[in-house]
């Protein structure tokens, strides 16, 4: 994700469950999680989800709920008398488990499931919820974004189950299935491929007047990273390299103006691929939305973006595609490699901002040191506000997507860049590069990217990292004896 404050950041280059419980079926349902640090009630231990198949049929309004259908598929790991889906903003009309109906209440955020027979370790768990699915707004999170002429996704950091039953953390990812009904006059696409029905083109299947479009992923994902996307939609094809599938989505209406912009992406595809590695997924592309966010987002293989962004005249060139690059970014670090705590969220963030900031070095001539110095001078500042970058202050008040402060963008690039001083380029290249193929279609900690960066380096890397991860002051600059950083204001 990145939020836009962009007046700012144009003239400073600054970033600005499916759960099942352990619990006895006599005990009273509550909501319950993995104990995550900022996110304490997502997700319960117990099990594993493989693949989610869910179905969504929308009417043609966006302010009225969909009838969806989700079917989940996992793995039982522990004695399970009583599951917990994390669920909330719809209203649930059954449930099954393993084909026999369950009993349910809504708890908090949850969906408390008993099922007929208790699971035992090691059995396969299917779960299917007949819901609705509500694209109103609520207080604080998102979920279905509404869009001028229809509907998409915007679910980081834990609004996913706003709009499905899942297991909605990063630590379990899985393959989704989407199926999605909308009427004439309306495109739907999601995340993955197209997947063939009845020998029609793009996946169609004529349901009376309406239309059904089914997408499959071909590599597991976080539920965070879902995109569904229903409006009156042009989908273009273009090839990026290596004859990888680029397919973008954009309102209708703005194909012309959109087009140059949508030609950036193959060559940047290209010199991603030349710093880290082969694109780690099966399509990419950008999904152009007509609405107000404040922020674009990193939906796996479908990165969403606000229209306004590549319509307005006072974003130069050089800062739009800087920003496409922060969120193609992404689908090596945040997407492939997801991060295993909310905690790691400096991982995405950090080397997103890293990548936007050195394409426009490399491309636009606006030297990365320069931005480096000016969030160098601020850092203490950001670690003041935000925490330090792997151990993030917790959502305040005003909702869960404040997590994304900017110590988590220029803060943990700065990082990076110390990294590159202190270990050298060469090292620090191959470092991003062995990453991102260690741990494909996984999920990674900070301890790990310490270790791995430690034994490439030759030497124990712990020390700097728990300076500058964890330090409440800014450490010096390796290389730059004379940055110094801005005194932090009292509050």
């Known amino acids: 994700m990145l939020l836009s404050s962009r007046t700012p950041r144009v003239a400073a280059l600054l ?26 009630h997502l997700g319960n231990p117990g099990y594993d989800v493989t693949d989610y198949d869910i179905s969504f049929t929308y009417g043609g309004d966006n302010k009225k ?43 908090g955020e949850d969906l408390v499931v008993t099922p007929a027979a208790a699971v035992t370790p090691g059995q396969p768990l299917k ?15 998102i979920g279905w974004l509404r869009t001028k002429d229809g509907l998409a996704m915007a679910n980081q950091a834990d609004a996913a189950h706003r709009v499905f039953p899942s297991n909605d953390h990063p630590s379990d990812k899985a393959y989704f299935t989407f199926r999605v009904t909308a009427p004439k006059g309306y495109t739907a696409v999601a995340n993955g491929l ?23 992923t071909a590599h597991p994902m976080a539920t965070e990273l879902a995109q569904v996307s229903i409006g009156r939609s042009a989908v273009l094809h273009q090839d990026g390299p290596d004859g990888l599938p680029v397919r973008d989505v954009v309102p209708a209406k703005d194909v012309k103006a959109l087009k140059p912009w949508l030609k950036k992406t193959p060559g940047q595809i290209a010199w991603m691929e030349g ?13 152009i939305a007509h609405a107000s966010t404040g922020f674009e987002l990193e939906t796996q293989t479908l990165s969403l973006f606000e229209r306004d962004l590549f319509t307005r005249s006072e974003y130069p060139k050089w800062y739009v595609e800087s920003i496409m690059v922060h969120e193609l970014a992404h689908q090596w670090f945040g997407n492939s490699v997801s991060p295993r705590s909310w905690s790691d969220l400096w991982l995405n963030e950090g080397h997103a901002t890293w990548y936007e900031s050195l394409y426009a070095e490399e491309q636009a001539d606006r030297p990365m040191v320069q931005r480096m110095r000016a969030a160098y001078r601020a850092s203490d500042a950001m670690r003041a506000d935000g925490g330090p970058p792997a151990a993030p202050k917790k959502p305040t008040s005003d909702g ?65 990292f728990d300076a500058w991860l964890y330090g409440k002051k800014t450490p010096p600059m390796p290389g730059h004896p004379d940055w110094k950083t801005d005194p932090v204001s009292k509050p």
Not at 127 to 141: C, W
Not at 277 to 282: L, N, Q, R, S, T
Request: charged share 20%; glycine share 8%; proline share 6%.
């Open 194 to 216: 197209p997947v063939a029905k009845n020998a029609l083109p793009a996946a169609k299947k004529r349901q009376g007047g309406a239309t059904q479009w089914v997408y499959r």
């Open 400 to 464: 869960k997507i404040s997590i994304f402060r900017p110590v988590v963008y220029d803060g943990s690039a700065l990082v990076l860049y110390a990294l590159r001083q202190e270990i050298g380029a060469d090292a620090f290249q191959r470092l991003e590069r062995t990453w991102t193929a260690t741990h494909r279609d996984s999920t990674a900690t900070t301890a790990d990217f310490v270790k791995l960066a430690s034994q490439l380096a030759g030497r124990d890397l712990s020390g700097f």
């Open 275 to 287: 710093k880290v590695g082969d694109y780690p997924f099966e399509n990419y592309g950008l999904l």
């Open 127 to 141: 779960i299917a919820v007949q819901h609705t699915s509500d694209p109103r707004p609520g207080k604080k999170e």
């Open 65 to 107: 709920p969909l009838d969806a259908v989700t079917r989940i598929n996992a793995r039982a790991t522990a004695p399970l008398d009583r599951i917990n889906l994390d669920f909330s903003h719809g209203t649930v009309r059954s449930v099954t488990v393993n084909g026999a109906r369950a009993q349910y209440v809504t708890k």
């Open 15 to 40: 970033a600005a469950g499916a759960s099942l419980a352990l619990v006895a079926a006599a005990a009273p349902a509550e909501p319950l999680g993995i104990g995550d640090r900022l996110f304490p």
